[in-house]
């Protein structure tokens, strides 16, 4: 025995009590074999589907009046809770700021591949530039010396023309290729400084509060920049937590030994030109050997302050423990 679906036309082994198509919902016809379940096909597609049975109707329970009606759970009214205030909005006025505030949380992408930063490259540039000034005024002072000489065998003894002459040439040649050096190490030194102000205040979370056409001319123009420049060097050393008495009093003799420089080089100027006014071969004499003695005394400076202005903010030098140690005798 076997249940088809005329609809659908399948077949399975006859289950009592089975009556639906499991697949689509449509009556059983028990058959014997598959001949008369080709039979059965044949005449439901003939005289086509009956109409599908009407879908039970379900009957509210006695409570409900209709079946729109719903439950819906609503709190006691003891516990609901008390009414709010009505929000009332404040006027504020817009914050401003000078620089862009870092109180807030920062996340800054940090490559592996970044190189060296702008302060840590000019930084080598600084020295290598300091090195080439010193260089030659160290040479501009041996020919300024050498031209004080020859004027001084000049007074007694007629020196050739040649000599004068190429003297004269050796002299301007040195003081052109010596203020050149001075004008490149003068832009060293003010990207250097811009540089390291600006990574000093960023490490502290802040912009530069000097702008730049403020701190080029502090830095950069002669005789000012004997107050700027380390006014500027201070600022910038001050924002880092680091900065102790040592480098307060290093940077107080940077700058006793930066005026004098500087003092040295207005007297030698002043000298030069009352020696051109004058006509006095004496006095030029003096004149030249007053520039020589400039152009040592900013070699050696230009020499010297190097290395301790750029271990102000590097800390690149460590007090070393002494090998032998006193005590008092008992």
């Not at 059983?28 to 074999?33: F, G, K, N, S």
């Amino acid at each position: 025995m076997l249940d088809l679906c005329p609809r659908c036309r399948i077949q399975a082994p006859h289950r009592p009590g089975r009556d639906r198509c499991p697949r689509c919902g449509g009556p059983l016809t028990v058959v014997a074999d598959d001949v008369e379940a080709s039979a059965v096909v044949a005449r439901y597609q003939q005289s086509g589907p009956p109409p599908p049975p009407p879908p039970p109707v379900r009957s509210a329970p006695h409570m409900y009046g209709t079946r729109a009606v719903r439950w819906i759970a609503r709190r006691p009214a003891d516990t609901l809770p008390p009414p709010r205030a009505p929000h009332q909005a404040v006027s504020h006025q817009i914050p401003r700021y000078a620089y862009i505030p870092q109180w807030g949380l920062l996340d800054s992408p940090v490559s592996p591949d970044d190189g060296p930063s702008a302060a840590t490259r000019l930084t080598k540039v600084l020295t290598s530039a300091l090195q080439l000034v010193g260089l030659a005024l160290v040479v501009s002072a041996v020919i300024h010396l050498f031209r004080y000489v020859l004027l001084a065998i000049n007074r007694t003894t007629t020196l050739p023309e040649w000599l004068i002459t190429f003297s004269t040439i050796l002299v301007l040649v040195a003081g052109v290729a010596a203020l050149g050096c001075y004008v490149y190490a003068t832009v060293v030194f003010v990207r250097w400084l811009l540089a390291k102000r600006a990574e000093a205040y960023a490490s502290a979370g802040y912009l530069d509060p000097r702008p730049r056409w403020m701190s080029i001319p502090l830095a950069a123009i002669p005789l000012v920049n004997v107050v700027g420049a380390p006014m500027l060097i201070y600022e910038a050393a001050a924002m880092d937590g680091r900065r102790d008495a040592r480098d307060s009093s290093r940077l107080r003799t940077m700058w006793v030994a930066w005026a004098l420089v500087n003092g040295v080089a207005v007297l030698a100027a002043i000298t030069w030109w009352v020696a051109a006014e004058s006509g006095s071969i004496q006095t030029g004499a003096n004149a030249v050997l007053m520039v020589a003695l400039s152009a040592a005394v900013s070699a050696g400076f230009a020499l010297w302050v190097g290395r301790r202005l750029i271990a102000i903010f590097d800390h690149t030098d460590v007090d070393v423990a002494p090998q032998r140690r006193w005590v008092v005798a008992a």
